[in-house]
């Protein structure tokens, strides 16, 4: 019955192998990619940062116990880590994950350290890299989730100057030395600080 009432709204289409989507679903997934987008000068802001670092440069938000993808600029380079926009990353690891969790309450903290791999045991860690991030105002990972692969992130806060998103760069971990960290921090601190004075929004939580 549920299939037949999708149908009947033109959401689904039968076809000779079964059901693919129909217009209604389509013209829903048009309305809500134009309803939200990032302004035109935010990503031309994330284009420059990632031909100037030769590094992919990711914007992330919290949604729930995991983070979200919701653009990217990926490295040039032939060996560089990318992420598809719209994946649901988890928040137990990843410099990302460090600034959206900088000033979340210890009750989120201890859902995330549930899910981790260490268990509740992993929220005193978790603990500490938000007072970190809170601290020095960016966060770095180096293999947290994936051998061999490191990231650089700092926050973009909203109006009421919480986080609302991570702005990172990530890239194989032999081309994070301490030098570049410190570069590529330096830049997505500026770039983040562009996107926080002209007010930032995402489509998975109300404005701040």
Request: with cysteine.
């Amino acid at each position: 019955r549920l299939v037949h009432t999708l149908e009947q709204s033109g959401l689904l289409w039968a076809s000779s192998g079964g059901y693919m989507a129909g217009p209604g679903l389509w013209r829903w997934a048009y309305l809500a990619r134009r309803s939200w987008q990032l302004p035109p000068e935010t990503q031309a802001t994330m284009r420059d940062l990632g031909a100037k670092h030769q590094e992919t440069v990711n914007l992330y938000v919290l949604r729930d116990i995991a983070r979200v993808c919701i653009a990217q600029q990926e490295s040039p380079r032939p060996l560089r880590h990318v992420v598809q926009v719209g994946d649901e990353l988890p928040l137990w690891g990843g410099a990302s994950s460090k600034i959206l969790l900088s000033d979340a309450p210890e009750t989120l903290l201890a859902r995330v350290a549930r899910r981790s791999p260490d268990g509740e045991k992993h929220l005193e860690t978790l603990k500490r890299w938000a007072a970190d991030a809170r601290r020095d105002g960016y966060a770095v990972s180096h293999g947290e989730r994936e051998d061999g692969i490191s990231a650089v992130a700092v926050p973009v806060t909203g109006r009421s100057g919480a986080v609302v998103a991570a702005l990172a760069m990530s890239g194989p971990t032999l081309r994070f030395s301490a030098e570049r960290v410190a570069e590529f921090a330096a830049g997505l601190k500026l770039a983040a600080a562009r996107m926080s004075e002209r007010g930032f929004d995402h489509p998975l939580g109300p404005a701040t």
